[in-house]
Nanobody
Framework: QVQLVESGGGLVQAGGSLRLSCTAS????????MGWFRQAAGKDREFVAT????????NYADSVQGRFTISRDNAKNTVSLQMNSLKLEDTAVYYC??????????????????WGQGMQVTVSS
């Protein structure tokens, strides 16, 4: 059974930083691409960042480019999202996602087969 367990969400002031982590189990982690998505209240789920199974290829939403960094530690079955210079508009529920047997998952949430439970990130003024 595939499980994605997320941690690191919470409340932070604008301009601050948070680091989200997601640990996967139930699959060979190096077989799968990973991604982060988010959903703000009243809005659709949107792409944030993605990373290939090797960790070499990465892509970011324009809104987070230069502020967020996605990384993975294949030895620990973990993908992380370092979020710096947080803005009020980054407030959302953040989801870790796994794309099975793909080198690269891309921006389309339909490419991802498994999802974490989601965790709240709130940026205050």
């Amino acid at each position: 059974q595939v499980q994605l367990v997320e941690s690191g969400g919470g409340l932070v002031q604008a301009g601050g930083s948070l680091r989200l982590s997601c640990t996967a189990s139930g699959r060979t982690f190096t077989s799968d691409a990973m991604g982060w998505f988010r959903q703000a209240a009243g809005k659709d789920r949107e792409f944030v960042a993605t990373i290939s199974r090797s960790g070499v290829d990465k892509n970011y939403a324009d809104s987070v480019q230069g502020r967020f960094t996605i990384s993975r530690d294949n030895a620990k079955n973990t993908v992380s999202l370092q979020m710096n210079s947080l803005k009020l508009e980054d407030t959302a529920v953040y989801y870790c996602a796994l794309s099975t047997d793909r080198y690269y998952g891309g921006r389309d949430h339909g490419n991802y087969n498994y999802w974490g439970q989601g965790m709240q990130v709130t940026v205050s003024s």
